[in-house]
């Protein structure tokens, strides 16, 4: 061996010996460690903002309960950052629990005494709410999956991040389970949730992947093993899911007609099954801003049906299925983590020779038992002329129509090893014009499914009465609506700009109340 080398290998095992040296310290004793902060006074929010630069560690809390404007007055000198943190809070009543590189501030839920209630009474609930975002940019996570570990229930968030989930009381002793693809799954206490609304932060999960090992993989392979493991993955048994449900139609970013439901889903077997699935409406209400002298009036075509048919592990999607292999590409671009486990981004297109309109869009399989845990695709928009009306209903004959995008998400979720169909969406724009108008109308269209709840006992599918019509038009089989809609089931919280637009039809609003 010669000197070089020798020196090499020497100075390797000592930075192996300085990293080994390094001091560490448990979660715990951050609590304990000392620092000085700046200034006679200081904000709370500078004093959070000091405490995290110093170690690393970030903050999750309630603003109602934390007022980043407060200010206090240092002790003077060194102290431990548990001390830093009560003055911060100003209230003895404000809890601290370290998970990772988070320290949680909460006012833990205190439940009244009651006596034992009758067997026949309804379970108390809990609401958990807050705002999913990225550590680093603040930036909100659209669809980041929320639940309860090993519970089966759970919502996503919307647009701008926000979620909320109702519970019972039972759940306090669980764990919420947040998760974003790409990012490190946050685990947190129930217990310290109800009653704060509190900004999740999400930390991304970067895999250090050699780009060999990703060339070395056929994904055409990747997909024919997850179609051969659907039964295995998916289930073999029937099971009933419970979701909220919504549509709407924009008109220039203003909605005309928003629909909402909470619906039952008698959901089949993934094995060879000749059951169709089927759904039921529990709850559902309707509003309408549509004006007199509106001319054109557009609405969602067979909504809930769309809704079943993107379960692609149920009604195989074409570009899963094999016999439809020549008609696209496929690459395997990434690996990434999701839920915690590690799954391939296999993207995919239509080949140049084909001229019809098909799908494009990114796939996530599971690395381990090949799962679909994730889809987004959109209809080629070279192509998406050639829609036309199939997706909208009752456009007048004078009026034509320019489809600008269609998009679609699916989304799954494992519990206690069976994945079960999580969130669907489905997205559409496009342009109206009148045959002697001047301008085009911009129309957005959307319909969305959450499912918050699924159990595999005592599954019976729905009497025939009682099936909803998944094939019309959703928004015409609800009466109007409904004040008491929501009562004790979970939703997604409508995005903020439909909450400003409701707010100005609250005029409109009392006319469906009767």
């Known amino acids: 061996m010669g000197p070089n080398r020798s020196r090499k290998i020497q100075a390797a095992l000592i930075a192996g010996l300085l990293v080994l040296s390094l001091p560490s310290y448990p979660q715990e004793s951050i609590l304990d460690r000392t620092f000085r902060l700046p200034g006679n006074s200081i904000k709370a929010s500078r004093a959070l903002g000091e405490i995290s630069r110093l170690t690393g560690y970030l903050f999750t809390y ?24 009560d003055s911060v809070a100003g209230d003895t ?23 034992d209630p009758p067997a026949d009474s309804l379970p108390v609930f809990l609401s958990i709410g807050g705002k999913i975002v990225d550590a680093e940019t603040s930036e909100p996570l659209p669809f980041a999956t929320i639940g309860i570990s090993h519970r089966g229930k759970g919502t996503v968030t919307n647009y701008n991040g926000d979620f909320i989930l109702r519970i019972s009381e039972e759940n306090l002793n669980d764990t919420l389970t947040v998760s974003y693809v790409g990012y490190v799954n946050r685990l947190l206490p129930v217990r310290s949730l ?43 048994t029937a099971a009933i899911l419970t979701g909220f ?40 209400r309707k509003i309408e801003s549509l004006e007199a002298k509106d001319t054109l009036a557009v609405r969602l075509k067979a909504g809930l049906s769309a809704t079943l048919s993107l379960d692609g592990m149920r009604h195989l999607f074409d570009f899963l299925d094999p016999q439809s292999f020549n008609s696209y590409e496929y690459h395997l671009t990434d690996i990434v983590t999701i839920d915690g486990q590690t799954a391939f981004v296999i993207s995919f297109k239509q080949k140049e020779w084909i001229t019809e309109a098909l799908m494009q869009g990114d796939i996530y399989i599971n690395v381990d038992d090949y799962s679909l845990m994730l889809a987004e695709f959109e209809v080629n928009p070279r192509y998406v002329d050639q829609t036309g009306e199939s997706f909208i209903s009752r ?21 206690d090893g069976r994945y079960y169909l999580s969130h669907v969406r489905g997205d559409l724009g496009f342009l109206a014009r009148g045959r002697n108008k001047v301008f085009s109308s911009r129309f957005n269209v959307f319909f969305e499914l959450a499912v918050t709840e699924h159990r595999t006992v005592n599954v019976a599918r729905f009497d025939h009465e009682e099936l909803a019509p998944a094939y019309s038009v959703f928004s015409l089989t609800i009466n109007g609506y409904d004040p008491g809609f929501w ?10 700009d439909l909450v400003a637009a409701l707010e100005k039809l609250k005029v409109r609003l009392g006319e469906f109340n009767e």
Not at 62 to 85: C, Y
Not at 104 to 114: D, F, M, N, S
């Open 395 to 415: 456009l007048p004959k004078d009026y034509s129509m320019k489809p600008e995008y269609v998009r679609y998400r699916t989304r799954y979720r494992n519990v």
């Open 62 to 85: 309630d603003t109602q309960i934390i007022n980043a404007n407060r200010t206090f007055t240092p002790a003077g000198g060194e102290m431990p950052v548990r001390v830093i943190l």
């Open 194 to 236: 109800p009653g704060n609304v509190m900004t999740i932060t999400m930390d991304r999960d970067y895999i250090p992947i050699p780009e060999i090992i990703i060339r070395a993989q056929d994904p055409q392979v990747i997909l024919r093993r997850t179609v051969s493991s659907v039964a295995s993955n998916y289930g073999t």
């Open 245 to 284: 449900y919504r549509e709407g139609v924009y008109r220039k970013k203003e909605p005309q007609i928003y629909s909402e439901a909470v619906l039952r889903i008698y959901k089949s077997p993934y094995s060879r099954s000749l059951q169709n699935d089927q759904i039921k409406v529990i709850r559902s």
């Open 93 to 115: 009543a404000i809890h601290y629990l370290i998970q990772g590189r988070h320290i949680i501030l909460y006012r833990e839920t205190a439940l009244p005494p009651r006596p």
């Open 487 to 496: 009562k004790d089931f979970d939703f997604l919280k409508p995005e903020d």
